[in-house]
């Protein structure tokens, strides 16, 4: 009966803000847990979800307003889709005598018949590089230039739409891991935080009191200022903000 009495005691304002964290941390938790159930990789700034079918495995997600899809199917050929254009199939093929320096995973890649990159690839989850027989970078990942090596070639010569050569090869070899978004860490460092406004919005007196204990000698009976409860107003606001904001991080960001 007690809580249920400073509920009604308390203003419209301060109810929807706690309404808006309590909502924020049960629709958290619950999207936190459904996001890093869904696996793929990452490819430029973007998370390609995998789904299985039979020996195939498909990446797919949105890049730049359209269906974007790897398909990798047994003996490492790769293929690639955007919107509606088609590319490969790819095959990374190791070749120890490629690789530029020693300890490096020396490749070629293939389009068909035609030998489109002899060196090496070194790479991670969510990151991957190739570097050619001379030791230049020639293609990443998350970061694809204009120059040689930079894109795919399809039959027709260079297209800006092609895939990642890097992401080629590493799908090929089954070298570049499997991410998501979603982190539990950040999930509970926001969560912390809202429950912390939460008691802050529900206990405004209690943190008045708290506030002022070490500076004069009665705390009890004093009174806050206008000044202070329009700064503790904009407290509450920013905190929920803030709190918001790193939620949308956490289900947005790819680990």
């Not at 995998?50 to 899809?69: I, N, P, V």
């Not at 490096?104 to 090496?120: P, Q, S």
């Amino acid at each position: 009966m007690g809580v249920l009495k400073k509920w009604r005691e308390m203003s419209w304002f301060r109810r929807v803000l706690v309404a808006l964290l309590a909502g924020m941390i049960l629709g958290g938790g619950i999207a936190t847990t459904v996001v890093t159930g869904r696996e793929g990789i990452k490819y430029q700034d973007t998370l390609l979800l995998l789904t299985r079918e039979g020996e195939a495995c498909r990446y797919t997600g949105r890049l730049d307003g359209e269906r974007a899809e790897f398909t990798v199917r047994p003996g490492g050929l790769v293929e690639y889709r955007w919107g509606e254009e088609a590319y490969g199939p790819y095959q990374g093929v190791e070749d120890p005598s490629a690789a530029p320096e020693k300890g490096m995973t020396g490749l070629e890649i293939r389009l068909g018949d035609e030998n489109i990159f002899r060196g090496a690839y070194s790479g991670a989850v969510g990151w991957a590089m190739l570097q050619d027989e001379s030791g230049k970078i020639t293609d990443m990942l998350d970061l694809i230039s204009d120059g040689p090596g930079g894109r795919a070639y399809s039959a027709g010569g260079r297209d800006r739409h092609g895939p990642s050569l890097a992401a080629v090869a590493g799908l090929g070899m089954d070298r570049l891991g499997l991410t998501h978004r979603g982190n539990l860490g950040l999930y509970l460092l926001a969560t912390a935080l809202a429950a912390v406004t939460i008691f802050m919005v529900c206990c405004p007196e209690l943190m008045f009191r708290w506030n002022i204990m070490w500076d004069i000698r009665n705390p009890e009976k004093a009174e806050p200022s206008d000044w202070y409860l329009f700064s503790e107003r904009v407290t509450w606001i920013a905190c929920t903000g803030l709190a918001a904001y790193l939620y949308w991080i956490n289900l947005t960001g790819i680990n």
